[in-house]
């Protein structure tokens, strides 16, 4: 789009949110950088359309402070704040055509037919739909009317784009391909972007940064990298990766962690201190199946429950020597039978350590 590169940071200050006796969002702080691409990530329930509306002035804010570009907006008007939001139901009008639908909040903003149309040409061209400007919704495929909806978005050119699960009524094909085109858009068009959904893999893959949301708080605020392999706590551990973090009750002592019935598990890395009971994380593609007896960290025997083959690779559910259960992810090649007795090798290096009362991260 010829527009020139226009975005905002956002700043949320000790925002809070009750509807009557619920508190929502208790106190919440957070800065959105200006063009970052931000993912808001949580399970249902836990705050992440409340805390966009607030932003988008949908919802009012019980307390607290949003400040949008060199503005405090708390106060003002939706369509004063230089936002556009897309939604998961994206309500297209039936009786109007692609153009017209797009350009829609223009024409309401009383904009010139010609400079109009130029910005509905231009909204089309980003999303490519820009054979399909005649048509009506009903003529369209899912995708492309979630495209429709971006493009209504982006016509009016936000500092925000604001995205509360676009993705979620398209199928498993349609949304990695709108994924794709979506962080494509991002790179274009620069705009500051805020996108909830509970969906991790659309979080990994697309966020600059992501915040994890529990119950109104947020859990962590920072990259995928980040989040993946140094997660602050057992809600973020298990949030993420599929199958989630293994989370083991380990106790852990003089250089060692041992399984509840005293089995060697694995050594204790130097960096956690000494602490008796804690949680052992470890993500299922980090075991290794070590039968073949050249392992460097000692083996512990596990009985194989149940296994999902995935083709690219083989998902076993075991039972470790306390009862505990453990998931194990294997490469192609490499598995195990259900009811099968196999060892398997965890590295020192690979594990993650959460306090077991507050589940924060211990080293
Ligand atoms: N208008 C309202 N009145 C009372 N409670 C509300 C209202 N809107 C939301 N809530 C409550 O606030 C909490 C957070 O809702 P919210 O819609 O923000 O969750 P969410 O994280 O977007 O969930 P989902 O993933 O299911 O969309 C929920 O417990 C919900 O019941
Ligand atoms: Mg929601």
Known sequence: MNQPHIS???VLQGLSKRFDKTLVIPDLSAHFRDGEFTVILGPSGCGKSTLLNMI?????VSAGRI?????????????NRGIAMVF???????HMSVA???GYALKVARMAKQARLERIRAAARVVDLTDYLDRFPSQLSGGQRQRVAIARAIVREPKVLLYDEPLSNLDAKLRHEMRMELSSLHKRIGATSVFVTHDQVEAMTLADRIMILNKGQIEQFDTPDVIYHKPASTFVASFIGAPPMNLIKVRGEN????????TLLTKKPRSLKDANDCLLGIRPEKISLCDDGKSDSDPV?????????????????S???DGQEISITTPLGQSALIGASVRICIKPEHCHFFSPQTGLRLA
Request: glycine share 8%.
């Open 56 to 60: 988008a002035g949908l919802e009012e």
């Open 319 to 321: 039972r470790l020597p």
């Open 8 to 10: 905002a940071d956002i």
């Open 88 to 94: 998961q139901n994206y309500a297209l009008y039936p």
């Open 67 to 79: 400040r949008i570009g060199d503005r405090e907006v708390q106060n003002d008007e939706p369509k």
């Open 255 to 262: 250089g060692e962690t041992r399984l509840t019935d005293g």
């Open 100 to 102: 017209n639908n797009i």
């Open 301 to 317: 025997a596990v009985d194989i429950l149940y296994r999902e083959d995935l083709g690219s690779h083989t998902i076993l559910l």
